[in-house]
């Protein structure tokens, strides 16, 4: 099978492109009071999820249980600003790992529809 996850050469793939994300949700005054303190465990969250969602080894969901995004994100208001504060720091760290690696066009744009798709859906606040 050629899943992302595989194109992309696996697990580390993802781990850097969620700690480029983080960076931007760090100083992000809008996101950075939705996350804890310490974001250790958000951030080996994301990337379990990413690397599971892209084809890679279902340890989230050993760890986690189903994903239940919708549900997992209830607690936190997110409206327009929340989501497009989230989708710009996604999109920019996409940006940032096609520039050191070899993602083709076509894993880039399916990455950034995934991200896209993902932020709107987690919208629960006017």
Not at 39 to 55: N, S
Not at 112 to 118: E, R
Request: glycine residues 6%.
């Amino acid at each position: 099978m050629n899943t992302l996850y595989d194109r992309v050469d696996g697990e580390q793939f993802f781990v850097q492109l969620v700690d480029r994300f983080y960076v931007g949700v760090a100083a992000d005054p809008l996101l950075r009071p939705l996350y804890p303190e310490d974001m250790t465990e958000a951030r080996r969250h994301l990337a379990l999820f990413l690397v599971q969602y892209w084809g890679g080894p279902a340890t989230y969901n050993e760890e986690r249980g189903h994903p239940r995004l919708r549900m997992r994100h209830v607690p936190f208001v997110i409206g327009p600003g929340e989501r497009d504060a989230w989708l710009l720091h996604m999109q920019e760290a996409v940006q940032h790992m096609a520039a050191s690696t070899d993602l083709s066009a076509a894993d880039i744009e399916e990455l950034l529809a995934y991200f896209d798709m993902a932020a709107h859906s987690l919208v629960n606040a006017p």
